[in-house]
């Protein structure tokens, strides 16, 4: 059974069901990117203002040694412990917020969604969709980057809470290539309320 965290601010309730910290693995691959197994870390927390929080490390195994077998075995295992066997790959952050005003020809259990991500590898992306019955899908609606960061043109992101896991996809348009997948992770709840 699910319950509201303690203090979670109304306007962000269509999305109550992502509070809390998530580990699991997946995938990343792209063209000129080879498949690659990676562990990802989501947490998601709140201040009790209208928004939530958004944390995401993703790993890779180390090179030198590391097979990334921890995260084989589930999400419950110690990170540190794991440390020493895999590298950062990605790091993002962002604020998830829920607009108060409703499209007129939105169904009564969906709600409007949007997510503010940066990246320390140069981009700030903006993207708009819509939540509802454990499920958000999510389009770039704007993707800002620096100078020297690769150029993305376009983004979309399918999240959902299948039989209490968090499971998601990333796909891309990069590098020249048109919209395709990215990335796909599954990760296990091991904390509530953060």
Do not use: C, K
């Not at 009790?48 to 790993?59: E, H, K, N, S």
């Amino acid at each position: 059974m699910f319950t509201i965290p303690e203090g979670l601010a109304p306007e962000v309730y269509p999305l109550a069901w992502l509070v809390g910290t998530w580990r699991g693995t997946g995938t990343v691959a792209y063209p000129n990117i080879p498949e690659t197994t990676v562990e990802q870390e989501v947490v998601v927390d709140h201040d009790g203002g209208p928004y939530l929080r958004w944390q995401v490390t993703t790993w890779v195994p180390d090179d030198d040694g590391g097979d990334g077998a921890a995260g084989a075995h589930g999400a419950a295992g110690d990170a540190a412990e794991r440390a020493g066997q895999r590298r950062v790959w990605a790091t993002e952050t962002g604020y998830w917020r829920v607009p108060p005003e409703r499209p007129a020809d939105l169904p009564a259990d969906r709600h409007p969604v949007e997510l503010l991500l940066v990246d320390p590898a140069g981009h700030l992306t903006l993207y708009a969709g819509v939540t509802g019955n454990g499920r958000i899908d999510l389009a770039s609606d704007l993707i800002a980057r620096t100078p020297d960061a690769a150029e993305v043109g376009a983004a979309t992101r399918l999240m959902g809470n299948v039989h209490g896991e968090l499971m998601w996809t990333w796909d891309i348009a990069a590098f020249g290539e048109p919209l395709q997948s990215y990335a796909a992770v599954r990760l296990t709840r091991v904390q509530e309320d953060a």
